[in-house]
């Protein structure tokens, strides 16, 4: 508030008409602004604000107050405060100007001037406006799927800020008309990430903020892949699951859970795992159990180590000569011992001719 010295406020009026009177004494004067009703300035938050107020004769006795008190009376400056002063940009103008104007400067100002009759007066109301500021936000928080969540968001500025929620994700929905509180039913694993809370205003531009929701869940396997392997080879079997918090993974063979020795090895990231065997023997072969667990809940998924059988290459074919034995009757035949012909034939050519006949290719 413009600071000043205050009179009492029953005896204001009286006092200043006092002042006007000590004033040099000039013509009756009429401001040109008089005649109309209050004016109203709108300066916004930290800006200079400049009160108009002109009269018709340089003489006359004028004066500044607001609702609490004298700021200038003539060239006599009664406020304290330093952002406070004058605006003279010709003899007839006797406006205030008020520097780095904030909320409390807000309100009625009063231009008097004493006039040869009665006290003429016009009057500016002054409006601050002010930029959307979010005050207050909630801290990030964790919950368990299936609660109720309240996230609360609340910002000032003038006019009133107007308060939008958004679930940041690729398809996120924009909560209008939700104001400071956004309220989440029965959430889900897929409702889990980061909120923003914005706050808008004509004045400039707007104000955001985040807020990051968890969603705890128990596990689920997403994934397990079996696998096979052939005998002093390595094979190994993986296990996925999603849950919040990240599970902690254990493998079990027959009831027995499994650790890291023995040519077997585990290993677990955050959402997996996987268990490798490095030199597969006949008693890896066989059923094996992922389990997934976190403070929520436990899970678990199947996954078989099958034997690989390669298959039999049978012995290369060696191509062997035989003899034929047959007897040809009619001219130009070539006969052998006895009246026969004799042709060495291969095997396959035996075979393939065979076939063909049966075949009655």
């Known amino acids: 508030m413009v600071g000043r010295v205050q009179p009492d406020r029953k005896q204001l009026p009286l006092v200043l008409l006092r002042l006007l009177c000590l004033l040099p004494t000039g013509l009756p004067v009429r401001s040109v602004d008089f005649n109309r009703g209050t ?12 009160l108009r107020c002109v009269v018709e004769d340089k003489n006359s006795k004028v004066a500044w107050l607001n609702r ?6 003539g060239h006599d400056k009664w406020s304290l405060d330093p ?27 009063t231009c008097s001037v004493q006039t040869q009759h009665e006290p003429k007066t ?17 801290s990030d928080v964790t919950v368990n799927e299936g609660s109720n969540v309240t996230l609360v968001c609340m910002a000032n500025g003038r006019p009133e800020p107007v308060i939008t929620w958004r679930h940041l994700t690729p398809t996120g929905r924009e909560f209008e008309g ?21 706050a808008a205003n004509e004045v400039s531009s707007a104000d955001v903020k985040q807020v990051k929701v968890t969603v705890n869940y128990p596990p689920t396997i997403t994934e397990s892949k079996s696998n096979e392997a052939t005998t002093g080879r390595q094979a ?22 499994i650790n890291s020795a023995n040519g077997l090895e585990i290993k677990s990231t955050e959402g997996q795992s996987s268990l490798t065997v490095t030199n597969v023997t006949e008693e890896h072969y066989g059923n094996y159990t992922c389990v997934a667990a976190n403070k929520l809940g436990v899970t678990n998924a199947s996954l ?22 047959f007897k040809q009757k009619g001219p130009g035949s070539v006969r052998g011992i006895n009246g026969s012909i004799s042709l060495a034939v291969p095997l396959w050519l035996l075979a393939a001719s065979l076939l063909c006949l049966l075949s009655k290719c």
């Not at 609490?68 to 009376?73: E, K, L, V």
């Not at 010709?90 to 104007?101: A, D, F, G, T, W």
């Not at 400071?180 to 980061?194: A, F, H, M, V």
């Open 39 to 50: 004016d109203n300035i709108t300066v916004r938050q930290g800006d200079t604000a400049i």
């Open 304 to 325: 078989v180590l099958f034997k690989r059988v390669l298959p039999t290459i049978p012995h290369p074919i060696q191509e062997i000569g035989t003899t034929v034995h």
């Open 122 to 138: 016009s009057q500016v109301y002054l409006i601050v406006q002010v930029p959307p500021k979010i005050s207050n936000i909630s």
């Open 68 to 73: 609490s008190g004298i700021i200038f009376a």
């Open 236 to 257: 190994s079997l993986k296990c996925e699951a999603s849950a919040v918090p990240a599970p902690d993974f254990e493998w079990y063979r027959d009831d027995t859970r």
């Open 178 to 198: 939700e104001e400071e509180y956004l309220e989440i039913l029965g959430i889900t694993r897929e409702q889990s990430g980061k909120y923003e809370c914005k």
């Open 83 to 109: 952002r406070v002063e004058l605006e003279k940009r010709h003899s007839l103008e006797y406006s205030l100007r008020i520097q780095k104007v904030d909320v409390y400067d807000e309100g009625s100002y």
